[in-house]
């Protein structure tokens, strides 16, 4: 946890964040085949803390025998307009190469408690670094702050056993029809290193506090697309459909 007095990351302009509670849930589309749907759930605590969850669900038959899913979930703090990490949780199951990890941030003493299915580690923390889970809600604080002029930047991201210095890179502004809904999104092409299954282009909305609409990313060349079919939050929502 936190310690009183320590100073996890550069000081933000923002004393709320810029998100919000909410659920979003998304088809998951490989080809022209719907093989799957994604579930990502962020809540808040009475006592302030954040909890985000996202997990995978394979739909296809196929896809469903082979018992493939993956679970993603962070606690964290919002402290003087900065996203604090606390813990993060990531398991995925496929055949013959199932992984596992977990960090929990000791940033009184700037280090990790990491369990991976490999075993047990300690990794020097640096200040505003985010983990894969709370990189996409820091993504989102920086395109706050940013718009209406965006332009790239860069996170330090806590992977497997290690730190990673990754790229938010601005591709431009786009109007896309997601579920027969019309969309402004800023395109940003996320970039951690090359050949990576985690880069990944992603349409963030306007209209859901810039969270994505769709994202897309190659899977043995063949593109994955997540696209947005519910959405449930007190102060966003999506526009009515209609032609965009």
Same mark, same amino acid.
């Given at each position: 946890? %936190?310690?009183?007095?320590?100073?996890?990351?550069?000081?933000a302009?923002?004393e709320?964040?810029?998100?919000?509670?909410?659920?979003a849930? /998304?088809?998951?589309?490989?080809?022209?085949?719907?093989?799957?749907?994604v579930? $990502?759930?962020?809540t808040r605590r #009475?006592?302030?803390?954040?909890?985000?969850?996202?997990?995978?669900?394979?739909?296809?038959? /196929?896809?469903?025998m %082979?018992?493939v899913s993956?679970?993603e979930?962070?606690?964290?703090?919002w402290?003087?307009?900065?996203?604090?990490?606390?813990?993060y949780?990531?398991?995925?199951?496929?055949?013959?190469? #199932?992984?596992? @990890? =977990?960090?929990?941030?000791?940033? =009184? =003493?700037?280090t990790?408690?990491?369990?991976?299915?490999?075993?047990?580690?300690?990794i020097a923390?640096?200040?505003g670094?985010v983990?894969?889970l709370?990189?996409?809600?820091? &993504?989102? &604080?920086?395109?706050?702050?940013?718009?209406?002029?965006?332009?790239?930047?860069?996170?330090?991201?806590?992977e497997?056993?290690?730190?990673?210095?990754? =790229?938010?890179?601005?591709?431009g502004?786009?109007?896309?029809?997601?579920?027969?809904r019309?969309?402004?999104?800023?395109?940003?092409?996320?970039?951690r290193?090359?050949?990576s299954?985690r880069?990944?282009?992603?349409?963030? &909305?306007?209209? %859901?506090?810039?969270?994505? $609409?769709?994202?897309?990313?190659?899977d043995?060349?063949?593109?994955?697309v %997540?696209?947005l079919?519910? @959405?449930?939050?007190?102060?966003?929502?999506?526009?009515?459909?209609g #032609?965009?």
């Amino acid at each position: 946890m %936190l310690a009183a007095g320590s100073d996890p990351a550069p000081a933000a302009t923002a004393e709320t964040p810029p998100f919000e509670p909410h659920r979003a849930v /998304y088809d998951v589309i490989r080809g022209d085949s719907r093989i799957g749907e994604v579930e $990502a759930e962020l809540t808040r605590r #009475d006592d302030g803390l954040w909890h985000y969850r996202i997990e995978s669900k394979a739909t296809a038959w /196929y896809v469903r025998m %082979l018992g493939v899913s993956t679970t993603e979930a962070a606690w964290f703090d919002w402290r003087d307009g900065v996203l604090v990490p606390l813990t993060y949780h990531h398991v995925s199951v496929e055949p013959g190469k #199932d992984r596992f @990890w =977990q960090h929990r941030y000791d940033w =009184q =003493q700037r280090t990790t408690e990491t369990k991976t299915h490999d075993g047990n580690l300690g990794i020097a923390l640096e200040p505003g670094v985010v983990d894969p889970l709370t990189l996409r809600l820091a &993504a989102v &604080a920086r395109l706050e702050a940013q718009a209406p002029d965006f332009a790239g930047f860069e996170l330090d991201v806590l992977e497997r056993d290690e730190i990673e210095r990754q =790229q938010y890179r601005f591709i431009g502004r786009e109007r896309i029809e997601v579920d027969g809904r019309c969309f402004d999104t800023a395109v940003f092409k996320r970039f951690r290193k090359q050949g990576s299954s985690r880069n990944y282009t992603a349409w963030h &909305a306007e209209s %859901l506090g810039w969270m994505p $609409a769709r994202i897309e990313h190659a899977d043995d060349g063949k593109p994955m697309v %997540l696209e947005l079919t519910d @959405w449930e939050s007190a102060d966003h929502s999506p526009p009515p459909p209609g #032609d965009c």
